[in-house]
């Protein structure tokens, strides 16, 4: 029996809220390790979200953490799905469909290809959830039955919702419950995005309610999980003025646009911030035009780190191999880069064409697409003929990248010559470490480098 079939109340309805095991976790124990992680808001959202009036009893299971009951009973199963997860998640539907239970499957996969999802489901949520899928359980409740798909309109707003049912979650399985979001989407339009496909305009709480579920929270530390913080600078600015007389500490995510405005920069620091991540995903500014991230190559990279790094936050920079003008010469220059700016945590991806992106439609109709298993499209393998290299160089030169970049004299010099929030630095480089020296376990990439790759590979 799982760890939470005995909270079930068998005289009232029951809802499985599940968000299904990514690549990182397909065997067991997975590889990252407890100081790594942090709590999803998806399904405690979810869960908020369910209509009072249905009396319904909610469970959520993050199978990062804890095995699915295949027996488990349910009137009624919610999956959400990105795209590394869709095959998991399509395992899963139809196991419970099977036993007779209905199954929705909702999330940024589904969003993007609704066709697809809807062959193993009653029923889809395409975009966003705060109206449809209240309305979807009273359907399916009602006796009316559901729809087979229910599409979020434009005129969605993010004030007046509930706060996540965070103790949801099993609080000592993860580093924080704290997590929260402010915003939603991004003003920007990169190629290999899945955001501007899915998603659509972007959408911002009230700063009044962010204040308010942080104060119910009780939260001292905190990860703000929104794609761009910064998107609308205005915004922003009266975000962090709000969060200065919380005395909070938190990290989250923003683009290169953070340390050029000096305000800005200065109201993040004074607001607690001690953590960001940035989307540098390129040396080159070829490449940077190809992604349409041409903002990125308006300020010095060295300028933007020292900025951010006067004001005592660390940054977890991250990039991205594969585009049409990297060479087998990218790799070393990153992370000679990556040294010699003294970026604290970086992190490097394999460039990978979601679909519904204009970067999975652009390679599609080149015929350079070589898999679409969705296991696969993980930020870690390989699923498109490169420009200027072979697929096995891609790959390999991104693993040496990780590994160069997480030896101990790297990790020396660029920990040392920062001094940044190192009490949480060091720890998160040493868990980046262990990841970095057991990707060939974890990423086997040979179910995607069979026939075709190999028929088809050379430098262009």
């Not at 369910?50 to 299971?61: H, Q, S, T």
């Not at 190192?422 to 480098?449: D, K, Q, T, W």
Request: glycine letters at 8%; one cysteine or more; a negative charge.
């Amino acid at each position: 029996m799982s760890y939470w079939m005995d909270r079930l109340d068998p005289g009232r309805r029951r809802i499985l809220l599940i968000s299904p095991r990514g690549p990182l976790y397909r065997n067991r124990t997975g590889i990252w390790k407890k100081s790594l992680r942090y709590a999803p808001l998806t399904l405690t959202t979810l869960a908020a979200l369910v209509p009072e009036e249905l009396d319904a009893e909610v469970v959520v299971v993050d199978e990062g953490i804890h095995d699915i009951d295949w027996d488990a009973e349910a009137d009624i199963v919610g999956i959400s799905a990105i795209t590394g997860t869709a095959p998991r998640s399509y395992e899963l539907a139809d196991h419970f469909r099977k036993r007779g239970v209905p199954v929705v499957l909702g999330g940024v996969h589904p969003t993007l290809v609704p066709d697809e999802a809807a062959q193993h489901a009653d029923s889809v949520v395409v975009g966003y959830a705060e109206e449809t899928w209240p309305q979807l359980l009273r359907d399916h409740f009602s006796g009316d039955g559901m729809q087979k798909m229910y599409v979020q309109g434009h005129d969605l707003s993010l004030a007046g919702g509930p706060f996540p049912k965070r103790e949801m979650l099993p609080g000592a399985r993860y580093t924080t419950t704290h997590t929260i979001e402010a915003t939603r989407g991004c003003i920007h339009g990169c190629e290999f995005c899945v955001v501007p496909s899915a998603w659509g305009k972007p959408l911002q709480k009230p700063v009044s309610e962010v204040v308010s579920d942080i104060e119910q929270m009780g939260a001292r530390r905190l990860i703000f999980l929104d794609l761009n913080l910064i998107a609308d600078v205005e915004y922003a600015k009266e975000l962090f003025e709000a969060l200065i007389p919380l005395k909070i500490k938190w990290g989250g995510l923003a683009t290169t646009m953070l340390a050029w405005d000096e305000e800005l920069l200065d109201l993040v620091a004074k607001s607690g911030c001690r953590g960001i991540l940035i989307g540098f995903e390129s040396l080159s500014k070829e490449s940077l035009t190809e992604t349409r991230k041409v903002f990125n190559t308006r300020r010095d990279y060295h300028d933007i780190v020292g900025r951010i790094h006067e004001r005592g936050i660390a940054i977890m920079g991250c990039f991205v191999f594969g585009f049409d003008h990297d060479t087998t010469e990218t790799f070393d220059e990153t992370v000679d880069f990556v040294i010699e700016a003294k970026i604290d945590l970086p992190r490097y991806a394999i460039l990978t064409p979601f679909p519904g992106t204009p970067l999975f439609r652009r390679l599609k109709s080149a015929g350079r697409i070589i898999s679409e298993d969705w296991t696969y499209y993980d930020g870690q393998h390989v699923n498109f003929m490169p420009e200027r290299m072979t697929p096995d160089e891609l790959l390999y030169g991104t693993e040496r990248a990780w590994k160069r970049t997480y030896g101990y004299r790297s990790m020396a010099k660029r920990l040392l010559g920062a001094r940044n929030q190192l009490s949480v630095a060091i720890p998160a480089n040493l868990g980046y470490r262990f990841y970095a020296n057991r990707l060939h376990n974890f990423y086997n990439c040979e179910m995607v480098l069979g026939d075709r790759m190999l028929a088809g590979a050379g430098t262009k």
